[in-house]
């Protein structure tokens, strides 16, 4: 196993109190028996992209209290979380800023790579980002860090949905039904380009405190109604926390492959899971059937409203043929047994958290809503 020790940008272990709050910014999550086997295999410095992303901002916050100050590429270091802000190493830029990306990468010991665009009006934005910029990231690694190890967070989108509910396996062939997939996939043969140890990994869907598209079927769920395309959809979930503790095995070297799927090993129903979200949040919900033509006409319209600036917006047109495609699963276990890790949050434990929090930023209704 890599070891980080001399190595630069350590800090005391175990964490002190202000490592501990920002800890506590990641629920339902990770043992101390996991941080204490992982920490000894990182190899130091640790690169972060995507440090002010839903996934990202979660990962650097569980670096932070193992006592790492990582190195973040921002653009914006005031979107970093408040308890962790004062805890990193930041390099000002982006995957399209050659100067930044060498002083990001130089010296590194380990690169996680979790940077990329979901939403965009056209395929070349996401080709722009998702590719080119891991090719960017890729080449400063060859001139300034060639033997560092890189973890590349990809998508299933990269492989796209599966004929068999069961799931696709890491070794399908990759068949993306999306721009953003499409963008995927090619981001992870870029990433493959890397002369040092590369191990790419597929999350699913993901959701948890700070997320902003699995939000809209929580605030839904909050009325008793949640629009969903007809017809049966099984789909792969991971809850945030279990996202991050397979990025630190895989960043520690607990992998023996280049490519793996995570989330949960048993895929459900999406009814099912919308009814459970009601649920965790004290609500009754009803599933309202969508025919397909809606739900592009309105993947249609939000990208409208990206090209007029509205990039908050969740359904675009890309999003709309992810959401009418079936089955999004993926089969998890033995890319999970590679990593060592056993066990996942529930689905049910994980929004009961989410809602929490969500209500705790007045992201969804405090009280309840009677069903309009």
Sequence with gaps: MPSNEGAAGAAPWPPGNAEMAA????????????????????????AVTGATGFIGSHLVSALVAMGIRPRVLVRNLARLPDAVADMVEPVMGGLDDAAALVAFVAGAGTVIHVAGL?????????????????????????????????VHVSSLSAVGPSPDPAGAGPDDP????SAYGRSKLA?????LCHAGPVVILRPPAVFGPRDIDVLQFFRLAAFGWVPLPS????????????????????????STGLTLNLGDPEP???????RAIGRAGGYGVRVLPIPAWVVR??????????????????????????????????????SLRALGI??????????????DWYRAQGWVPRAKIRPL
């Excluded at 981001?187 to 990433?191: F, L, V």
């Excluded at 999003?319 to 276990?333: I, Q, S």
Aim: net charge neutral; glycine share 6%; with cysteine.
């Design 118 to 150: 979901v939403r965009a009006p056209s395929e070349a934005d996401f080709d722009r980002v998702n590719r080119l910029g891991t090719a960017n990231l890729v080449a400063a690694l060859a001139s300034h860090a060639p033997t560092a190890r890189l």
């Design 174 to 177: 990759a068949l993306p039904v």
């Design 268 to 274: 459900q129903a999406m009814t099912d899971l919308i």
């Design 187 to 191: 981001g992870e043969r870029e990433a």
């Design 231 to 254: 017809g049966r959809r099984v789909v792969t979930m991971a809850y945030v926390s279990d996202i991050v503790r397979a990025v630190l095995a895989a960043a520690a070297g607990y």
């Design 342 to 355: 056993d066990g996942c949050v529930s689905f049910a434990e994980g929004a009961a958290v989410t809602w």
């Design 23 to 46: 800890w506590r910014t990641l629920p339902a999550a990770i043992s101390s028996e996991e941080t204490v086997r992982w920490r000894p295999s990182l190899t130091l410095p640790i």
């Design 297 to 334: 006409a309105l993947g249609a319209l939000g990208d409208v409203f990206h090209v007029l600036g509205f990039h908050s917006v969740a359904l675009t047109s890309d999003k709309a043929r992810e959401l009418l495609a079936r089955h999004w699963t993926a089969r998890t276990r033995d």
